[in-house]
């Protein structure tokens, strides 16, 4: 791990890299998934460290590593099948991730799999699985453009597994799982050129697999797979040679895999390949491992891999390669107990991690609030006062008939409108001042009477359901003018529309990206579709028991943030239910601790807090908003907090991306209802109404991030 700061900027470097000064707070968080070729990129909350989704990016075959450069301009992920290295830009207000002209790059290795930089940036070092060695190659600080360093890549063991790099700069380390062993290198500073260190290559233990070297440099731990044990070995200062110092054992059943330190080197924590994590103190002094209150620490998926934690030690996130998930525990400072707070789905298999900070956290502004007005077939536009949440007019556009439903594209450039009676989607690009103008072409012919609407984390595809044709018709998103066109037939998936079983009542995308979930009108269930590497949804899951039953009847349906829990709400019954996502398959099913909770009367909509841990649930006959807390591990519904009264026949809800504001559509008064939320306690407090257009039947917020 290593802290670095450049021009006021601090930034966490992972996968081998190495430990350094502390960092201020995360800003963003990335995660490789190796199944489905991509990274899965997240903005950390920067109080609590939860990871709110911002989309993701493919990559090349079977990525095992991301490592962030120190200037946080660039990220690095090596790909074990792909053969290459590819570099992103990252964007440093939003935080996603763009191929760099040139990429991916050559390392002249045979499976790149884990890779570190040097704690000035200069050079790239990366393990090549099977082609036994290790390769540096120079990284161009304007562009991260990688050249091959003369002479690289330099022989090691066979089949290496991770590198690791000391905090001076001086020398990277290679373990490698055949031969048993640990190569070190002392790296030339002005050439990037490696080599071997005195006494190189070290017998480490059977099976060798990460590395995580102590803040002072004085030693390096090694997780053995075969004696299932940790190497512990002092680090010459001068020479950077090894000497192996002791060997802890773990306990019977116990597989050690990836290794995380804590900022200062005063925890180490291990994962467990068949589940939960281990942590231990840290003498700096003997670099002797004693294990902390509680531990081992109980898995919350599948196949826990790497264990990483943020700069400010806070938090530990824990990659569940299996259950395809990441874990984050709060990370007590005194005494290294691990307590876990909530798992966050990734995409297919998530290995490494990285993280970049910055003086100040992410902070989330909501801009723009846009009402659908299905009355008077307009699309009423509002700014958000940052102090307040009040809004204020900017103006109206017109519709086609009896608009329904609206999606804001993630990048903040375009609005969605569904359009029931004249069976078409009316888009928008959003000016400046929060006012829409008309996309060319617009609008776009969708099914017979669209009621559904939603796009993707990427801006990339609009999914419309249309209950008079009982269809789906998804479209490519025209990132420059908003247009939309059609899929095509190619080999993944056949042209739309696709074909429903039923006639739908909405759609919905889950947070990840990982499926598209239709619900019936009638019977209670709700098809899904997955959604494959090139991003687009494809195949519906009837293999793994689509169409999902979720009750007698469904009024709506909705993804908590995180993305592992589905809640369904029922107007006949009054009542408001969870549903796990399968996080192998992505299909439904029971959540295994949360039971429904009663409802207002006839409850229509629901919402939660960008947290997690409160949930707001709309009930159009007793004309109010219950608020609920939720846990956000296990989904469970705890009592009623409260509830607030709304307008007339309220028919719509919407929180803002911060938190803290939220906002009824009442299409019986035709106005907003505006609400404060107190973010420790989710409760919510009126701050007046103002006139919207006639009989509004949707609403949305358009939140920026700074």
């Avoid at 991301?66 to 992920?77: E, L, R």
Wanted: hydrophobic share 40%.
């Amino acid at each position: 791990m290593l802290y670095a700061v450049v021009a006021g900027v601090a930034f966490y470097l992972l996968c081998g890299s190495t430990n350094a000064v502390a960092a201020p707070v995360t800003r963003f968080a990335y995660a490789v998934n190796a199944y489905d070729a991509s990274i899965s990129q997240f903005v950390v909350d920067g109080a609590t460290g939860q990871l709110r989704h911002n989309g993701w990016v493919e990559t090349g075959r079977f990525p095992s590593c991301i490592v962030i450069h120190p200037s946080g301009k660039f990220a690095f992920v090596a790909e074990q099948t792909g053969m290459k290295v590819s570099v992103y830009d990252i964007n440093p207000v939003n935080g996603r991730l763009t191929p760099i002209k040139g990429s991916p790059f050559d390392s002249k290795q045979v499976s790149p799999f884990w890779a570190v930089t040097d704690p000035d940036g200069k050079y790239l070092f990366i393990a090549g699985r099977n082609s036994n060695n290790i390769a540096a190659m120079a990284i161009d600080q304007k562009t991260g453009a990688l050249t091959n360093v003369p002479g690289s890549p330099y022989p090691g063991g066979e089949l290496p597994r991770s590198v690791a790099m000391h905090p001076s700069g001086k020398f990277v380390y290679m373990a490698s799982i055949n031969h048993d062993v640990i190569n070190g290198y002392q790296i030339d500073a002005k050439s990037g050129k490696l080599n071997p260190v005195p006494g190189s290559p070290i017998l480490a233990g059977d099976a060798p697999q990460y590395m995580r070297i102590h803040p002072n440099g004085k030693f390096l731990y090694l997780s053995n797979w075969n004696d299932r044990d940790i190497s512990i070995f002092e680090v010459d200062a001068r020479s950077g040679s090894l000497t192996k110092k002791k060997r802890l054992p773990l306990a019977e059943g116990v597989y050690p895999f990836g290794l995380g330190m804590a900022p200062g080197g005063r925890f180490l924590y291990v994962a467990n390949w068949f589940g939960g994590t281990l942590g231990f103190s840290v003498n700096a002094d003997t670099g002797e491992l004693t294990p902390v209150p509680h531990s081992p620490f109980a898995s919350k998926g599948g196949l826990p891999v790497q264990v990483e934690l943020d700069p400010q030690g806070k938090n530990a996130y824990v990659t569940n390669y299996d259950s395809h998930s990441i874990t984050r525990y709060e990370v007590d400072p005194t005494s290294g107990t691990l307590n876990v707070q909530e798992t966050t789905m990734a995409r297919i298999g998530p290995r490494s991690m990285a993280f970049v900070t910055d003086q100040r956290a992410v902070e989330y502004q909501p801009r723009f609030t846009y009402v659908v007005n299905e009355g008077d077939n307009s699309v009423s536009a509002f700014v958000v006062d940052l102090q307040s949440g009040a809004l204020t007019s900017v103006g109206t556009v017109s519709t086609g008939s009896r608009p329904i439903g609206i999606a804001i594209d993630p990048l903040k450039r375009f609005v969605y409108v569904a359009n029931q009676d004249s069976d078409n989607v009316s888009a928008f690009s959003v000016n400046t001042n929060g006012s829409l103008t008309a996309v060319p072409g617009s609008p776009f012919k969708a099914g017979k009477n669209p009621v559904g609407i939603a796009i993707d984390s990427n801006g990339r595809n609009l999914h419309v359901s249309n209950r008079g044709s009982k269809t789906m018709t998804v479209y490519d998103v025209n990132p420059t003018t908003g247009a939309l066109a059609e899929l095509g037939l190619t080999d993944l998936h056949e042209k739309s529309p696709f074909a429903l079983d039923a006639e739908p009542a909405g759609l919905v995308i889950q947070p990840a990206d990982r499926g598209v979930f239709v619900p019936y009108a009638e019977g209670g269930k709700v098809e899904g579709f997955k959604y494959y590497d090139d991003g687009v949804m494809v195949v519906k899951l009837d293999q793994y028991g689509s169409p999902y039953s979720l009750g007698k009847n469904i009024t709506a349906i909705a993804w908590e943030p995180n993305g592992r829990n589905l809640f369904r709400i029922d107007d006949k019954s009054n009542s408001v239910e969870p549903f796990a996502m399968n996080e192998v398959t992505t299909g439904l099913r029971d959540a295994d601790e949360a039971k429904p909770a009663a409802t207002g009367k006839k409850p229509v909509a629901l919402a939660f807090h960008p947290n997690a841990r409160f949930m707001y649930v709309l009930n159009q006959d007793s004309e109010d908003v219950y608020v609920y807390p939720i846990d956000p591990d296990t989904a469970v519904i705890g009592a009623m907090l409260g509830s607030v009264k709304t307008g007339k026949r309220p028919s719509a809800i919407s929180v803002d991306g911060s938190g803290r504001y939220l906002y009824v559509a009442n299409a019986g008064s035709d106005d907003v209802s505006m609400f404060t939320i107190d973010g420790n306690s989710g409760k919510l407090s009126a701050s007046g109404t103002v006139a919207a257009g006639k009989r509004p039947a949707a609403i949305a917020v358009l939140t920026e991030i700074r």
